[in-house]
Every structure is written in structure tokens, then in C-alpha cells.
């Protein structure tokens, strides 16, 4: 089945302490995408990646980094997370650009205390 | 960069009957659209999407229509069921950034 996972589904830190989100989409799209999700703010893009080693910021890149080493896999890393990193957080792949249909994770949810 | 805006946070219709949601967006060299409609606790599933050279485009049950002159694009969802009950959201590619610019959504709710 055609999908993108996101790893952890859930997830509850306190501030400061590294962590990674996993995302893997299994239709060997190009282009992928993690986006933040705030009530009032909508969807709003953090980083996006066109192919393996080629990244780039979106609106919202600070305190977040991100990796292309393969192509099926686009970590999102919060290096020092703060409190208001707490988000949705949704990683998003297409087959080439956003020309094409953008298929979305399930989601994320972060809490950092 | 581009703006994208839904007129209603909420819409709410009786099951069977038509809905229309509607966005309007900023920049008006932008030629792609998409709606995404997001059910609780799931991430945005693709609708229907459409380019600037048409005006309308069908799908199951659903007709997005495009006005270039105002700006404004609309989600038709025709004999509104339950399970259409979600935020849906219109989309824009802002092509110089290559990101993807989301609407703040409307929520639809249908009433039995």
C-alpha cells in the first residue's frame, strides 16, 4: 500500500532534549515536505526536501533541521526543543513537485514540557 | 509570498443537501490548486485539484470552480454525507519557494 509513516505517533519531552521524528514514504517520491499544524496558524511548512541531499527552508524553519540521505526517508530533527515547538506535526511527499498530488502522514503529536 | 483564505470557519449543512466552500488567494500568476479535506485526528487527503488554463473540474461528488478574475476558487460537494464531515482546506504552490501555502480551513459539519 502507497503511504507515508511517521514515527512516533505521539510524543511527550521536556525542553531541551534531542529528539527525531521519522518519516518514510514507500512510492519513491522526490519531493517531501513536514509541515506544523497550530490551531489558528493552519499548515504551515517547516522544511522540504526536491531530492536526496537537496533541502531547503519553508516558513517556519527555526530550531528544526532536517536530512535527505535517502530517498524514501526525510527525518525531522529538534535539536533543543522549547515549549513552542508543541505542534502537529505532518510529513508530506509527492512524486516530483508541487505540481503533482501531495500525499500527508498521520500525523505527529509533540508536547514539549 | 501568497496568501490564501477560506470565508468560513465553519460550515454547516443538513445530510443530502449541496455544500460550497469557498478560497480566495492573493497572487495571480498562481496556476495550480488543490483541496485537501483532513478528518480528526488524520493527516490532509487530496481532493480534487486544478490548474489555471480550466475553470472547473469534476469529480466523485465533487466540483472545484475556478473565477482568475476575482481569485476565488469553490468546493462543491454535492448530497453532503456524513463522512464528508472534516476541515477542508484549499492549497497553493507558491512557485518561487517551492512550498505549499494552506488556507486556514473550513470546518464542515453535517447535521443529520
Known amino acids: 500500500e502507497a503511504q507515508v509513516t511517521q514515527n512516533?505517533?505521539?510524543?511527550?519531552?521536556?525542553?531541551?532534549?534531542?529528539l527525531t521524528v521519522t518519516c518514510s514514504q514507500n512510492m519513491n517520491h522526490e519531493y517531501m515536505s513536514w509541515y506544523r499544524q497550530d490551531p489558528g496558524l493552519g499548515l504551515r511548512q517547516i522544511y522540504y526536501s526536491m531530492n536526496v541531499e537537496v533541502t531547503d527552508k519553508g516558513d517556519v524553519p527555526e530550531g528544526y533541521k532536517v536530512s535527505r540521505k535517502e530517498k524514501r526517508n526525510f527525518p525531522l530533527i529538534l535539536e533543543s526543543p522549547s515549549p513552542n515547538q508543541t505542534s502537529l506535526y505532518f510529513c508530506a511527499s509527492s512524486l516530483q513537485s508541487l505540481g503533482e498530488t501531495q500525499y500527508f502522514g498521520p500525523g505527529t503529536r509533540l508536547l514539549v514540557l | 509570498g501568497e496568501s490564501v483564505g477560506l470565508h468560513l470557519p465553519t460550515l454547516s449543512v443538513q445530510e443530502g443537501d449541496n455544500s460550497i466552500?469557498?478560497?480566495?488567494?492573493?497572487?495571480?500568476?498562481?496556476?495550480?490548486?488543490?483541496?485537501?479535506k483532513q478528518e480528526s485526528g488524520k493527516g490532509p487527503q487530496f481532493?480534487?485539484?486544478?490548474r489555471s488554463?480550466?475553470?472547473k473540474r469534476q469529480g466523485q461528488r465533487v466540483?472545484?470552480?475556478?473565477?482568475?478574475?476575482?481569485?476565488?476558487?469553490?468546493?462543491q460537494i454535492a448530497a453532503?454525507?456524513?463522512?464528508?464531515?472534516?476541515?477542508?482546506?484549499?492549497?497553493?504552490?507558491?512557485?518561487?519557494?517551492?512550498?505549499?501555502?494552506?488556507?486556514?480551513?473550513?470546518?464542515?459539519?453535517?447535521q443529520p
Request: net charge positive; charged share 15%.
Open chain 1, 8 to 18: 512516533p505517533r505521539y510524543l511527550i519531552t521536556v525542553t531541551g532534549k534531542k
Open chain 2, 21 to 36: 466552500i469557498n478560497c480566495a488567494y492573493s497572487n495571480s500568476a498562481s496556476d495550480y490548486f488543490i483541496w485537501y
Open chain 2, 47 to 50: 481532493i480534487i485539484d486544478i
Open chain 2, 53 to 55: 488554463n480550466m475553470d
Open chain 2, 63 to 75: 466540483t472545484v470552480l475556478l473565477n482568475k478574475t476575482v481569485k476565488h476558487l469553490s468546493l
Open chain 2, 80 to 110: 453532503t454525507q456524513p463522512g464528508d464531515s472534516a476541515v477542508y482546506f484549499c492549497a497553493v504552490p507558491e512557485m518561487g519557494r517551492r512550498a505549499l501555502t494552506f488556507g486556514s480551513g473550513t470546518r464542515l459539519q453535517v
